[in-house]
């Protein structure tokens, strides 16, 4: 049984910022990619920052210069720096990943944490 588990979201101020982290635990071969999304309230889920194995980075231009991705595959960690954070930031944040099996590949969510950004 695979799961993500995501810590800290919370409420940062404009202009404060948070670090995410997102743990894969369970069995699997491999990580093809991990990152985040995030779904705020009436809007669709977009992407905000992901890993992609062979392929790097890949940021919203909503975040970019703002929020920097990192990862630890060793520890199957990755984690969402987020600075200059602005009210538009709120959002249920959510990791992703897409985790190599064996003989197949799956994708899998976190359960989301929130984040709020306001005065």
């Known amino acids: 049984q695979v799961q993500l588990g995501e810590s800290g979201g919370g409420l940062a101020q404009p202009g404060g910022s948070l670090r995410l982290s997102c743990a894969a635990s369970?069995?699997?071969?491999?990580?093809?990619?991990m990152g985040w999304y995030r779904q705020a309230p009436g809007k669709e889920r977009e992407l905000v920052a992901t890993?992609?194995?062979?392929?790097?980075?890949n940021y919203a231009d909503s975040v970019k210069g703002r929020f920097t991705i990192s990862r630890d595959y060793a520890k199957n960690m990755v984690y969402l720096q987020m600075d200059s954070l602005k009210p538009a930031d709120t959002a249920v944040y959510y990791c992703?990943?897409?985790?190599?099996?064996?003989?197949?590949?799956?994708?899998?969510w976190g359960q989301g944490t929130q984040v709020t950004v306001s005065s």
């Open positions: 890993f992609t194995r062979g392929s790097g980075t």
């Open positions: 369970g069995s699997f071969v491999s990580i093809n990619a």
């Open positions: 992703n990943a897409d985790l190599n099996l064996g003989p197949w590949a799956k994708q899998y």
